[in-house]
């Protein structure tokens, strides 16, 4: 069964350009989640999804980022426009609905220069 | 205000020799904890979890400790492989409204088994 599939894998970018980062959850998962990990530092959720549903978006910085999970599958995370301090990697997960464990995929290492 | 947290930054065991990995947590809503390993450049890995009824889970070398009246949970890894060598995650989830919350994570403890 394939895994949680991010990409792109590395973005360099400079600060005030826009940026997006694209996810496939696991076949059939409906709940969807985004994380945000600094350096040294666990992932930090951002939002979660249940179905095409965002049901926690409170720590999503709505000034700058969005995300939207369109027909409940794929999800896109943007950043619009793009700070230093969003340097960092961007996790995304998916579980099935109701359940407590997640899966993540290999992130998205983002610097903004 | 840290929800979750692994006090010890690293950790460095022989190889064969037990490997214990400790997390505390103060939310007293959390009714589910896991463990995640995560190699450098990947995502983490799911290793293994507790719910806050039970107070041991065990799958392999791997044990999860739970002490709910200390808030205080433990991986116990025997005998540790230089394969487990990795930065481990507690991370604990609280269910509400039809669907399992966020995790909250702590800040990772690096294990380095030594040969």
């Known amino acids: 069964e394939a895994g949680v599939v991010q990409s792109p894998r590395y973005k360099i970018i400079e600060k005030k350009q826009p940026v997006a980062f694209w996810c496939n959850p696991i076949?059939?998962?409906?709940?969807l989640y985004w994380y945000l990990q600094n350096l040294g530092q666990g992932p930090e959720l951002l939002i979660r999804?249940?179905?095409?549903?965002?049901?926690?978006d409170s720590q999503l910085p709505k000034d700058r980022f969005s995300a939207e999970r369109l027909k409940g599958v794929d999800s896109t995370l943007k950043i619009q426009p793009a700070e230093l301090g969003d340097s960092a990697v961007y996790l995304c997960?998916?579980?099935?609905?109701?359940?407590?464990?997640?899966?993540f995929g290999p992130g998205t290492r983002l610097l903004v220069l | 205000d840290q929800q979750v947290k692994q006090n010890s930054p690293s950790l460095s065991v022989q190889e064969g020799r037990i490997s214990i990995l400790n997390c505390d947590y103060t939310?007293?809503?959390?009714?589910?904890f896991l463990w995640y390993k995560k190699y450098p450049a990947e995502g983490p890995t799911f290793l293994i979890s507790?719910?806050?009824?039970?107070d041991k889970n065990e799958d392999g070398r791997f044990t999860v400790f739970l002490n709910k009246s200390a808030k205080h949970l433990s991986l116990h890894i025997v005998p540790s492989q230089p394969g487990d060598s990795a930065v481990y995650f507690c991370?604990?989830?609280?269910?509400?409204?039809?669907?399992?919350?966020?995790?909250?994570f702590g800040k990772g403890t690096h294990l380095i088994i030594q040969p």
């Open positions: 997960a998916s579980s099935p609905r109701g359940a407590e464990t997640q899966y």
């Open positions: 076949s059939g998962h409906n709940t």
């Open positions: 999804y249940e179905n095409e549903e965002a049901v926690d």
């Open positions: 939310n007293s809503m959390f009714d589910y």
């Open positions: 507790i719910s806050s009824i039970k």
């Open positions: 991370a604990a989830s609280a269910y509400s409204g039809g669907g399992a919350d966020g995790l909250t």
